[in-house]
């Protein structure tokens, strides 16, 4: 029985590889999700293809973040050096069916090419914010995967509730879990394909203890991808990222704790990754 520690953001700043790379090199971080239009992405496809070792996903962008093709291919009333729209933004309009799901092929598309035109060969697909769960959204993200023979595409979240995770990301939560379970295949959810935890204490929010609870209510499950966001803090990704209000070094500290490892054993576990699994 594997658990999988993914971090999510690869690419995205040079804080952000620092932190994958330590939590890789001295802990049990093996899986990575990296942004094809982060400005750090060369950067990350260099590391990577230096350490075959570290397993890659794609960490799909379509909020927030540059876009490889123009922001304003996929949104009206934005010009082409725009930053995407925020994730409430989007969801509004992907359930309203105002986003050209056309459009969104092909930025991910380019995404993904970018990914293996850089010689790295992805096993896994997710996205920034779990907006390729959205309504339409997740056909074309499942279609990408199918034409590109990418194994596997996170599909479904659980984790024990805890009101330590706040309210409202306890109502992003749930809503996440309706969703998945009224509108996801069922196939996708099956036994065998990861289910993903850690999304209730995004950020740098997870501790041994948690992660201990998360894997005793998920003891039928033969895979457990766990979702951290390890990142070493500078000023500039600071200055650029503080509204998120993440912790990113206590993701780092928490794949390096030597404790994690004895954790995962305690349940019948090992640290393993998407690779593992084709």
């Known amino acids: 029985m594997l658990a999988i520690l993914n971090g999510d953001d690869y690419g995205l700043c040079l804080g952000a590889n620092r932190g994958v790379e330590k939590a890789f090199e001295e802990g049990l971080l093996r899986s990575v999700g990296i942004m094809a239009g982060g400005y750090a992405f060369e950067q990350a496809a260099d590391y990577a293809r230096a350490h075959p070792k570290l397993d890659i996903g794609i960490h799909l962008v379509l909020t927030d973040e540059a876009s490889l093709l123009g922001a304003n291919r996929l949104f009206a009333g934005l010009d082409a050096g725009s930053k995407l729209p925020p994730m409430e933004k989007v969801f509004l309009l992907a359930a309203a069916k105002k986003i050209p799901l056309s459009a969104v092929y ?11 035109d850089a010689g790295l060969s992805p096993t896994h697909l997710d996205s920034h914010q779990f907006v390729h769960l959205f309504p339409g959204l997740w056909q074309v993200c499942t279609e990408l995967a199918r034409q590109h023979s990418i194994a596997f595409v996170r599909s479904s979240i659980a984790e024990p509730l805890s009101f330590s995770a706040g309210f409202g990301r306890l109502v992003e939560y749930a809503a996440l879990s309706v969703w998945q379970k009224a509108f996801i295949p069922g ?10 935890a850690g999304f209730l204490h995004a950020g740098g ?49 928490l794949a390096c704790d030597p404790a994690l490892e004895k954790v995962l054993a305690q349940y019948g576990r090992r640290a393993g990754s998407f690779g593992e699994l084709l």
């Open 106 to 116: 092909r930025e991910w598309d380019a995404q993904i090419r970018r990914v293996k």
């Open 205 to 253: 929010r997870l501790t041994l203890e948690r992660i201990k609870a998360i894997l005793h209510s998920l003891t039928s499950r033969p895979v457990v991808e766990i979702m951290l966001h390890p990142a070493l803090v500078d000023d500039k990704m600071k200055a650029q990222y503080s509204h998120w209000d993440y912790c990113w070094e206590n993701d780092v500290t």
């Open 187 to 196: 196939k996708a959810r099956h036994l065998k394909n990861p289910v993903c």
